[in-house]
Nanobody
Framework: QVQLVESGGGLVQAGGSLKLSCAAS????????MGWFRQAPGKEREFVSG????????YYAASVKGRFTISRDNAKNTVYLQMNSLKPEDTAVYYC?????????????????????WGQGTQVTVSS
């Protein structure tokens, strides 16, 4: 089992940047593929980005591709989401998620129901 704690959210002006972090408990972080999701008010939770357990493969939603970068440091049990060129439509609660996976190193899950563990979320607000 793993526990996830997000940090780094806040209020930023359009065009600005934020870097989210997600710290995971436990000693088997490298066994988990990781993802970021977000949920805006009145909307369904949606996939933002994912990274394979080795960190060698990443995937992005079309809405954030080219602006957001996901990365991980397995030595620090942490996954990051660097968000640049933020837009008001990026405003949401951002959630970190983990999927226990011992298969292909390249696998990046993108569906919400593939993930086993979730953080509590961190609010990101982008003002216009």
């Amino acid at each position: 089992q793993v526990q996830l704690v997000e940090s780094g959210g806040g209020l930023v002006q359009a065009g600005g940047s934020l870097k989210l972090s997600c710290a995971a408990s436990g000693r088997t972080f490298s066994s988990y593929a990781m993802g970021w999701f977000r949920q805006a008010p009145g909307k369904e939770r949606e996939f933002v980005s994912g990274i394979s357990r080795s960190g060698g493969n990443t995937y992005y939603a079309a809405s954030v591709k080219g602006r957001f970068t996901i990365s991980r440091d397995n030595a620090k049990n942490t996954v990051y989401l660097q968000m640049n060129s933020l837009k008001p439509e990026d405003t949401a609660v951002y959630y970190c998620a983990a999927k226990k996976w011992v298969g292909l190193l390249t696998y990046v899950p993108t569906a919400e129901n593939e993930y086993n563990y979730w953080g509590q979320g961190t609010q990101v607000t982008v003002s216009s």
